[in-house]
């Protein structure tokens, strides 16, 4: 069984027992959370239409928090003193899957 789930800006094929860095949640680590919407869940039979995923859930323990690699950028304009550099490292929660249900 697997479900597709929109968290972050992106989305995601997840499974039970599955670990996953998403972007940094509002949660502590050991706390339960919640994915909506869902977009696909297949348990032998697909159900994608916003009828059939009513009921859908997924459901997540927040294991940490890990940061992602550092993304290092120089911006320079040439015949001036305009130099620029600049860096930026993501922060995200790695979480487990635990559950997925369709009611």
């Known amino acids: 069984m697997y479900a597709v ?3 972050g800006g992106k989305q995601r ?3 039970p027992g599955q670990r996953l860095d998403v ?3 509002a949660v502590p680590p050991g706390e339960e959370v919640t994915f909506a919407p869902v977009l696909v869940v297949d348990d032998g039979a697909v159900l994608a239409t916003p009828d059939e995923l ?3 859930s997924v459901t997540g323990r927040v294991v940490g928090e890990t940061k992602g690699p550092k993304i290092d950028g120089f911006t320079y304009k040439n015949a001036t ?3 620029r550099r600049w860096g930026h490292r993501q922060r995200y929660s790695t979480v487990e899957i635990t559950a997925i249900a369709r009611d």
């Open 5 to 7: 789930i929109a968290t």
């Open 13 to 15: 094929r997840v499974e």
């Open 23 to 25: 972007e940094l949640l």
């Open 54 to 56: 009513v009921g859908a």
């Open 81 to 83: 003193t305009n130099r």
